[in-house]
């Protein structure tokens, strides 16, 4: 059974940057589809950031492409996303989720992912 665990949320002011990082545990990483995806309450989870395997280039939302990065290493079984200028818009709670067989048409959709970490909150004041 995979395990999702993250970590790095916090309250910062706009412009500031945050780091989220997801422990993976349980099954080979490399096997595994990993993304960021958040939510506010109320709203649908939303698709942030993904890699589907080692190697292959990442995938962003509009919404944060040029601010947020996404690295996976694969010697330490963790995801992160390094988020920059960050904005009020990006408040919201963070997941972490892994899918095996994520295919490329299906990766921005929360369907596709079958395991999730707890969250962790991220909060940007103006």
């Known amino acids: 059974q995979v395990q999702l665990v993250e970590s790095g949320g916090g309250l910062v002011q706009a412009g500031n940057s945050l780091r989220l990082s997801c422990e993976f545990s349980?099954?080979?990483?490399?096997?595994?589809?990993m993304a960021w995806f958040r939510q506010v309450p109320g709203k649908e989870r939303e698709y942030v950031a993904g890699i589907r395997r080692p190697g292959e280039s990442p995938a962003y939302a509009d919404s944060v492409k040029g601010r947020f990065t996404i690295s996976r290493d694969n010697a330490k079984n963790t995801v992160s996303l390094q988020m920059d200028s960050l904005e009020p818009e990006d408040t919201a709670d963070y997941y972490c989720?892994?899918?095996?067989?994520?295919?490329?048409?299906?990766?921005?959709?929360?369907?596709?992912?079958?395991?999730w970490g707890q969250g962790t909150q991220v909060s940007v004041s103006s």
């Open positions: 989720a892994a899918g095996r067989g994520v295919i490329l048409s299906a990766r921005r959709s929360a369907s596709a992912y079958s395991y």
């Open positions: 349980g099954r080979t990483f490399r096997d595994y589809a």
